[in-house]
């Protein structure tokens, strides 16, 4: 006796992809916010939030983000160098591609 297995359609798995995906971001980012604001002094934590938040399209908060963690960190110059470059690639986000 033949078993008939069926199989999902690749168009629908990339959508089940993404939005599971979309929704681990979210709950990433519920995550790294309660941090911040259990310990709004945490660099680490600011950090984190400035390397997630592009992924949503937040790009001049991130920004914002990654300022507070160089203003908190102990050792500003890997945070600074961090920053500088999350805003080369935000700002590469931000220019149109040339065709």
């Known amino acids: 006796m ?43 934590g600011w950090l984190n ?13 991130a920004l914002a983000a990654y300022q507070r963690a160089i203003e908190l960190a102990p050792d500003g110059q890997v945070y600074a160098e961090l920053v500088e470059m999350a805003r080369m690639n935000l700002a590469s986000i931000k220019t149109p591609k040339r065709k």
Request: charged share 35%; aromatic share 2%; glycine share 4%.
């Open 49 to 61: 939030l400035g390397g997630l938040l592009p992924s949503l399209q937040r790009t001049e908060e």
């Open 2 to 44: 033949a078993v008939l297995v069926q199989r999902s359609h690749p168009a629908s798995d990339v959508e089940r992809n993404v939005a599971w995906r979309e929704k681990m971001t979210h709950r990433a980012l519920r995550d790294i916010e309660k941090m911040v604001e259990l310990d709004p002094d945490s660099a680490e």
